[in-house]
């Protein structure tokens, strides 16, 4: 099997299979969550770090007016590649989440998978939080997903899973490299193993993020007074049950609230 060391956002066929699979849960939540939390209606939404769009494109498809963006030009290709062959006008385009600007505020925004946590440091995550605050409008929502550092019990560090498309599979495995609790950072190795019918290859790449505590991400949303935390959930996307964070949290959905 031939190998190259890339990242993995730079195969977004691939990307967008293997993390596509809970486009259905995450979708069905992110709707009940603007109809609980968001004051008045919800029509503009905002997706920042939207990758290959397999919320983005759903969220249009559910009738709202969605824009995102990305750093990636690949994803944002295939993004907006699409939106084209749906009939939909393309709304994706290549930004930075900590500096952007958009035309009219939100609604409502959503990162759900763990992307914020691709900011490296304080100051980037008190920057993205800013530009979230000036791209959704008061009484909106931040719909903000990623795991927590427990501080008591186990943590879920390795995964792997499969998904299928017609003749293509991709397997993949993700596992801790090293962390450094100190720093506040972590790498995991993630591969893909594809797999076609006319050969099968595989891709290594390195994520590199950065971790958070429950009471760090509090100390962290303080520093910008235009948001609060209203509600959390947990990955079983299920409104009717918001959870309490404790020590034990780790897989969490933050609602923040846009404050006038």
């Known amino acids: 099997m031939q190998t190259v060391q890339e990242s993995i956002y730079d195969h977004p066929v691939y990307y967008d299979l ?5 486009w259905a849960a995450e979708t069905k939540f992110l709707t009940a969550a603007f109809a609980k939390h968001v004051q008045g209606k919800t029509k503009r939404l905002l997706e920042p770090a939207c990758g290959t769009g397999r919320l983005l494109y759903r969220m249009i498809k559910a009738g709202y007016a969605c824009s995102g963006l990305d750093l990636n030009p690949k994803a944002i290709e295939f993004c907006n590649k699409r939106l084209k062959r749906h009939g939909i ?5 290549v930004a ?25 440091s304080e100051q980037l995550a ?7 605050a000036q791209a959704i409008r008061p009484g909106g929502i931040y719909a903000l997903g990623f795991h927590l550092t427990p501080l008591v019990g186990p943590t879920t560090d390795e ?5 299928r498309r017609g003749h293509l599979q991709v397997n993949t495995q993700m596992w801790p490299r090293d962390k450094d609790p100190k720093a506040r950072v972590e790498r995991f190795n993630i591969r ?3 797999y076609r019918p006319t050969g099968s290859m595989r891709i290594d790449d390195c994520l590199v993020l ?10 962290l949303v303080k520093k910008v007074p235009e948001w609060t935390i209203e509600a959390a959930y947990d990955f ?6 918001p959870i309490e964070i404790d020590e034990s949290t780790e897989d969490v959905v933050y609602i923040l609230k846009r404050q006038k």
Request: with cysteine; aromatic share 16%; proline share 3%.
């Open 18 to 22: 293997i993390f596509g699979s809970d």
């Open 89 to 93: 006008k393309p709304t994706a385009f």
């Open 96 to 120: 930075d989440m900590c500096n952007f600007q958009i035309d009219k505020p939100c609604d409502a925004g959503f990162n759900t998978i763990n992307s914020f946590r691709h900011l490296s």
């Open 210 to 219: 950065r971790s958070y505590t429950y009471k760090q991400f509090d100390s």
């Open 236 to 241: 079983s996307y299920d409104i009717q049950e």
């Open 192 to 194: 893909f193993d594809i």
């Open 159 to 163: 995964e792997s899973w499969t998904a």
């Open 126 to 132: 008190v920057k993205h939080l800013k530009a979230m």
